[in-house]
C-alpha cells in the first residue's frame, strides 16, 4: 500500500511538470506566408521564411523551377509569416531588390518591421535593419512593401504606441494605429516615422499599391464608431504633405475581434481603384469595389461567400483579375474571375488550381500583360498561370 | 491510510485532466458538434494573437460557474497544436485551465474553420452553442452582456 502510494507521489510531478517551463512561443502552424514578384527582366522572385531566416528563390521558366534559397537575414531571427504577416518583396527603378518582414518580440502581439537589400539581384544582401525608430517592445507588425515612382521605399505598419500611451493616462483606445516611413537613399536608412491614422484594425494586412503619378496609396480596415471594421484609403505623402485618410467602404460590419482579413488594392493607369475586401455583417462575403473615397465604392460586386478568403486583384489596361481561396471539406481551390471591361462585368468564378493541403494567401502577379497567380501551398510554392 | 490512498487516486486523473490540451482534428468535429444531452455546449474558438479573446473566455467562463448545470464550456484554439507549451500558459494565466480545452491538429487550419462553421470566416472570437434540441448559432467578436446572457438555454 505504501509502495503504491510512494509511486502515485512520484507521479504527481510528471502530472505537474507538464503545466511547467512555459515560454511564449510563435504559432508553428503551416507557415505558408510568403511573396513573389517579377523583376523588370521577367524574373519571379520569391520569399518566405523557413529556420529563422527569410529566404529568397528566383525562376526564370515562370515558376517551373525554382533556384536554390538565398538567406535574405544571415543571422537567424524570429519571423512572422503567417498568412496576413508575410515576408514582402519589391523592386527599385534598376531591379535593386527589397525585402521586409515583420520580427515577434518576446511579448504576445510585439514585433519589430525589418528591411534588407540586394544591390545585385539578391546575390548579397545588407545587413537588417529596424525600419522604425521606436524601439518599445510593443507591435509594430503587418509590414507592407512599395516602391514609388521616384524610387523612394515605402514601408507602411500596424503599431500600438498609441494604444498603450493612451491607456496609460486610463483612456479607452480601440484598434491600433498605422505608421508609415520612406527611404530616399535606397533603404540604407529610413525617416522617422509619421502616423497615418489611430484606430486601425490590429491584425489586418494594409495593401499598397502605385498610383499613376507614381505616389503610393494604402488602403486598410480601420475602426469607426463602435468597432465598426470597415476600411479607408489614404495616399502616403513623402514630400512633408498631410496624408488625407477618407473612409472607403461602408459595410457596417460590427466585430469586437480580430477579422484576420485584409483587403487587396490595384490601380489602373486611369486612376480607377479596384479594390477586394471582407465582411461578414450578414454572411462572410469577399467584395470587389471601385473606390471612390469618402463614398461607397463603385461597381460593388459580391464575389464570394462562405469559405471563401484572402482575395487579391490586378487590373491590366481593361482587364480586371480576382482570385481568392475557396475552402472546402477536400481542401482548397484557387478560384479566379475576370473581367474584360475595367470591373464592370466579371466572368462567373472557376477553379484554376487545387490543393488538398494548406495554402497561403493567393496573390496576383502581372508580366507583360499576363496574369499569373502565386500561391504557396504545402506541397510547395506553385506559379499557376490565369488562363487567356 | 486506505481512505487517503483513494481520495488520492480519484484526484490524481482530475488533475491530469483539467488543463490537459487535447488535440481537434476532422475526425473530431462531428463529437463536438454533436448536440448535449441537456442545456447547450459553447465551443469558445480563440487564438493566441487576439487580445479581444482574453475578455471573451473570461465572460463565458462566469456564465458558465452561473450555470454549471445548463452550461458546457470547452474552449478550441486556432493555433496548432504544436504550440502547446504556449497555449496552456495562456489557458493558465486566463483560468481557463479548468475547461476542457482542444487545439487544432489539422495541417489546413481554415478547412478546420469550414468544418466547424461553413459560415465563419476565421474572425476571432467566435462561439458556437449547440443546444439539446439540436439547434446551432455562430457568433463572432467578444460578446456584449445582452449577448452573453441570450446564450443561456
Known amino acids: ?388 | 491510510m486506505k481512505r487517503l490512498l483513494l481520495a488520492f487516486a480519484l484526484w490524481l486523473p482530475a488533475l491530469a485532466c483539467a488543463g490537459t490540451l487535447q488535440p481537434l482534428t476532422a475526425a473530431d468535429v462531428p463529437a463536438l458538434l454533436q448536440p448535449p444531452a441537456h442545456g447547450a455546449r459553447i465551443v469558445a474558438l480563440w487564438s493566441l494573437d487576439c487580445a479581444y479573446c482574453e475578455p471573451n473566455l473570461e465572460a463565458l467562463a462566469r456564465l458558465q460557474r452561473a450555470n454549471p448545470h445548463g452550461v458546457e464550456l470547452v474552449t478550441v484554439t486556432t493555433d496548432s497544436i504544436a504550440l502547446r507549451a504556449a497555449i496552456e500558459a495562456r489557458l493558465r494565466s486566463m483560468k481557463m485551465d479548468g475547461y476542457p480545452a482542444r487545439a487544432y491538429a489539422e495541417a489546413s487550419p481554415e478547412r478546420l474553420n469550414f468544418l466547424l462553421d461553413p459560415d465563419w470566416g476565421g474572425e476571432t472570437p467566435r462561439v458556437l452553442v449547440i443546444r439539446a434540441d439540436g439547434s446551432r448559432r455562430g457568433l463572432s467578436g467578444a460578446l456584449t452582456p445582452a449577448q452573453l446572457h441570450k446564450l443561456l438555454p
Not at chain 1, 93 to 112: C, I, K, M, N
Not at chain 1, 285 to 307: E, M, N, S
Open chain 1, 1 to 388: 500500500m505504501r509502495c503504491l502510494l510512494i509511486t502515485l507521489l512520484c507521479l504527481l510531478p510528471l502530472v505537474a511538470s507538464a503545466h511547467d517551463g512555459m515560454r511564449m512561443e510563435m504559432p508553428k502552424g503551416p507557415e505558408l506566408g510568403a511573396s513573389a514578384a517579377f523583376d523588370s527582366h521577367g524574373r519571379l522572385y520569391v520569399v518566405d521564411a523557413a529556420d529563422g531566416h527569410v529566404r529568397l528563390r528566383h525562376s526564370d521558366d515562370d515558376g517551373r523551377t525554382l533556384s536554390a534559397p538565398v538567406e535574405v537575414n544571415a543571422t537567424a531571427e524570429r519571423i512572422y509569416a503567417e498568412g496576413e504577416n508575410r515576408p514582402k518583396i519589391a523592386f527599385g527603378p534598376h531591379d535593386e531588390l527589397y525585402v521586409s518582414w515583420s520580427q515577434p518580440r518576446a511579448a504576445p502581439w510585439t514585433g519589430f518591421v525589418r528591411f534588407a537589400r540586394s544591390p545585385d539581384r539578391g546575390e548579397h544582401f545588407s545587413e537588417p535593419l529596424t525600419v522604425h525608430h521606436d524601439r518599445a517592445e510593443i507591435t509594430h507588425r503587418f509590414d507592407a512593401l512599395a516602391v514609388d515612382g521616384n524610387g523612394r521605399i515605402v514601408v507602411a505598419w500596424i503599431d500600438k504606441r498609441d494604444l498603450l500611451a493612451t491607456e496609460a493616462r486610463g483612456k479607452p483606445y480601440l484598434g491600433a494605429a498605422i505608421y508609415y516611413s520612406w527611404s530616399d537613399d535606397g533603404g540604407a536608412s529610413f525617416v522617422p516615422e509619421r502616423k497615418l491614422i489611430d484606430q486601425s484594425c490590429e491584425c489586418c494586412r494594409i495593401a499598397l499599391a502605385r498610383m499613376p503619378d507614381g505616389e503610393v496609396a494604402a488602403f486598410f480596415r480601420g475602426i469607426y464608431g463602435d468597432n465598426i471594421r470597415d476600411h479607408a484609403y489614404a495616399v502616403l505623402r513623402a514630400d512633408g504633405r498631410t496624408s488625407q485618410v477618407a473612409r472607403a467602404t461602408f459595410s457596417d460590419w460590427q466585430i469586437a475581434g480580430c477579422p484576420h482579413h485584409g483587403p487587396g488594392l490595384a490601380i489602373g493607369a486611369d486612376g480607377i481603384r479596384h479594390a477586394v475586401w471582407y465582411e461578414a455583417k450578414g454572411k462572410p462575403t469577399i467584395w470587389y469595389g471601385q473606390l471612390d473615397p469618402g463614398h461607397a465604392p463603385k461597381h460593388p460586386l459580391a464575389i464570394a461567400g462562405a469559405g471563401a478568403g484572402h482575395a487579391d486583384v490586378a487590373v491590366h489596361g481593361q482587364t480586371v483579375w480576382l482570385a481568392w481561396n475557396q475552402v472546402n471539406a477536400d481542401g482548397y481551390a484557387l478560384m479566379l474571375r475576370r473581367s474584360t471591361d475595367n470591373g464592370a462585368h466579371f466572368d462567373t468564378p472557376r477553379e484554376i488550381a487545387h490543393s488538398s493541403g494548406a495554402v497561403g494567401s493567393p496573390q496576383l502577379l502581372l508580366k507583360q500583360g499576363r496574369a499569373f497567380v502565386a500561391w504557396n501551398t504545402a506541397a510547395g510554392f506553385r506559379l499557376v498561370e490565369v488562363p487567356r
